[in-house]
């Protein structure tokens, strides 16, 4: 393995209440004629504004404003075919994960033409992008993904109903945008996914194989500080000191992951959602503590960091009893933010016989994404098909 490491970043992230309303500003020397992603809901909110800002810096403006939560092919494609059409030149995602990863994907698109699933890693390998996007803004209205931080991209293959993934430095966006104002009408079900899976961001990018100094640092600050204000902002939606430290941790956990990796619980969350039909971060806080119970063996001393980070250990408890304690103090945060309360509105589980007939293929996927070959402690295929059912009898089972 090399000695050697990648760190990638955006240029320039500004930060705080009011921040949105600089967007002008960041993109007049970047460009003239911007593409606006949004979804529809999101762009209602805040597009007129947005694109107020653009225009007054003397840019034009095109909007793509139908991505769809789970963003797909067909988004990318024609978000890429008003982006040529009006001659754009630069791009702005206003929204979480799903506009980002269709800004990103579109400028893959504009900047290397043919279609984006031949840039996916099953298929062009990690950086198989070879020309850089051109200059994107993510003004971000979430506070979990990270995609303002990271070189991945997810997009949902309609016609196979899977989901697959584009890893490249020329993928990450100049600038991210993160107004805490701007999350405050994120419902607190989606505060506690979105919060979730910035948790498991850095939780995994922390005990991974390819964890390294830099990428510990910032796992171990988002860790903090995610566990502490993720319930807060839960709680009281309006409550902007909240907002913006889990902005900040969820940037810090997306920079963790892109320069480490995620592992095991995204690899098994991927198919485990498109089959239940879970948001991403629900399908992770679902997994986390099953797959932190399994993993804490291949790296207790790990493990037992982050229970001390999150006050579960002090640094006289055996690692082996602070890593248990780890995963209790995880699983207490999703009791805490009512997390499996969710799965009623937002899940589709079906009777157990049908489940376990899914297994097989949702532990093949998982195996194939090469997300579990990061993981602590390498699940052989078996092993992953007892965690999933594991969780069904533990968890879903209540709500089927
Ligand atoms: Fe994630």
Redesign the pocket.
Known sequence: MSDSHRFVSPNEVRMGSGSADQIGDLMMARGTSALVVATSGVFDRYGDRIVGHLQEAGLETTVYDEVDPDPTVANVDAAHERYREADCDCIVTVGGGSPIDTGKATGVLAANGGEIREYAVDRAGYEGVPEPIPPMCAVNTTAG?GSEATRSIVVTDESTATKFLVVSTEAVPAVAVEDPTLTTTLPPSHTAFTGI?AL??AIEAYVSVHAWSMSDTLARAAIERVARWLPVAWANGDDLEAREEMLIGQFQAGQAFTNAS?ALV?GMARPFGAQLHVP??LA?GILLPYVMAFSTVGRPGRYADIARLLNAADEDTPDRDAAQAGVDAVADLCEQIQLHGYLDEFATIPDRETYASFVPEMAADAVASGSPDNNPRKPSTDEIETLYLEVYDDVLADVA
């Open positions: 993904t899976d498991t961001h995620v995204h991403h971060g992770n």
